[in-house]
């Protein structure tokens, strides 16, 4: 039976964390997800969980240490946010080439500097290649789930690769809202125990041997593979998932889309305010859609392609920015996956909320007011563009 | 959603406006309602001006912005009136209620023409009466649920008695003083 609790996100994630009861945690503090190991370290010291707790001296030792207690054959598990995550960088591709799936939440925050310890999406974006499974959620309840998911996701046979459970600092992180937690034991029997066909205590392998050139290319194909396979294995889990709690998950999420001729592709928690925006212009008699990112590692082309084939204008909205000129990263993918349609919308890229910088709903009207204009106009201008900037 | 009530505190920190806002939160969640309770972190020193929000709904919320055009405004700290403009965006049909020995309308001037009602309840008598220290944060809790009506003050009092019970679990010595302090605070707001 599921239990409604009123939780910040940090806290329902710690929650998961000790459901699941993973073997070993490693983490070092840091603004905004420090809360995650700090609830979780309580309930080792309470008893709660059988877990080995390491606080490490730093993000890159957390990595280090949850790879080999992965690599031994444990659920390794640990939490972060952006500077936090840039630490670790090095050790993050060293995770997904030796195919441990460590679970790690990272709690977005942008990347210094100027120092700002508010959230944007730089830091995972920035590891966005690094062959991590990207999961966000919108909200303490996703949070919550993404990480239940992630965990079957990333030990499935199939895909073996570390899992990013990603929600955005402060808003999400340290929000009280309210949220339906599953039991202990349903916890327990989705996720099961964690036995790896290969681990350091069970079978002589070896991890992390050198790769000269005749086999590293092969191993990074591999990876590839196992990232393909995790798409199949997200709709297999999400599907599990909603029969035992009845919440519905897909690789991203639709809200009014069907019918819309304006539409926002967006990430995280501004898909909230915005879906609360699209509601204020349906009234209005705007045709007004929205589509959630959820799963951006792997990345569903063809599926996000096909559900925005029929849209006229469509923004794109990225809260990191690339600073190449030409767009960011959500943006380009999205673009890239347009192409192939014979019959693609305008698409233009809005950079927002970087720092904190807040997302008020007058914001997202006036996205979907400028997204009416281009229809009008037939003509898209300047796509890459920014929203909410203090001179405008 | 013409349901949904939106609050924001002001308060300094170390006050305990966050602390007020997320107690708000779980006290309306227990009567079944959809809740949000967050700070807006600033530098975090003890003193310097900090904002708290509350919504809460009868529908689940999905706005995830701050207030800009809050139903009610708490002023945690009289001082605060000269620094921040407490009152911008604050809808007329609501309210403010400051933390204030003086009568209500010793505060037009710095409401900046605000028509809405205003409140006001002397938070350091009730606490330095009840607890013997400074915290305002649980008068100001109370008088805004009084005034607000978003729980009825038995629910409310059943819910803050739960609420200490938890919270100060390993103190239990400053229960019934904070109980006093939200019963006195519920008797007390001036409007």
Known sequence: MAKKDKLSGNEAVAIAMRQINPGVVAAFPITPSTEVPQYFASFVNDGLVDTEFVPVESEHSAM???IAASAAGARAMTATSSNGLALMYEMLYIAASSRTPVIMSCVNRTISGPLNIHNDHSDSMGARDAGWIQVYGETNQEAYDNLLIGTRVAEDPSVMLPFMNCYDGFITSHSVENIELMEDDEVKAFVGDYNPQYALLKSPVAYGPFAHHTYHYETKRHQAEGMKNAKAALVKYYAEFEKITGRHYDLFETYKLDD?????????????????????????????????????????????AKALKDVKAVAVMDKTCSLNDAGAPLFLEVRSALYDLETRPYLVNYIYGLGGRDVKTSDIESVYRDLADIVKAGRADDVYRYLGLAEE | MSNMLEIRWHGRGGQGAKTASLLLAEAAFDTGKYVQGFPEYGPERMGAPITAYNR????????????????????????????VDVAAG??????????????????????????????????????????????????????????????????????????????????????????????????????
């Open chain 2, 90 to 191: 604050a809808k007329e049909t609501g309210a403010i209620i400051i933390n204030s020995e003086k009568a209500p309308d010793a505060f037009q001037a710095q409401l900046k023409g605000y028509k809405g009602r205003v409140y006001t309840i002397d938070a350091r008598k009730i606490s330095m009466e009840t607890l013997g220290r400074y915290f305002p944060n649980t008068p100001m809790l109370a008088a805004i649920v009084k005034v607000t009506g978003v729980l009825d003050d038995e629910t409310f009092i059943e819910a803050m008695d739960k609420s200490f019970n938890h919270k100060f679990k390993t103190k239990p010595a400053v229960i019934a003083p904070n109980m006093e302090a939200v019963k006195m605070a519920l008797k007390e707001v001036k409007g």
């Open chain 1, 260 to 304: 819309a001729e304006l539409a926002i592709v967006v990430i995280g928690s501004t898909a909230g305010t915005a879906k609360y925006t699209v509601d204020r212009l349906r009234e209005k008699g705007v045709k007004a859609g929205l589509l959630k990112i959820r799963v951006f590692r792997p990345f569903p082309k063809e599926e996000i």
């Open chain 2, 56 to 83: 809460i709904s009868d529908d689940p919320i999905t706005v995830h912005s701050n207030i800009y055009e809050p139903d009610y405004v708490v002023v945690v700290d009289e001082s605060l009136l000269d620094v």
């Open chain 1, 64 to 66: 280090s240490a949850s």
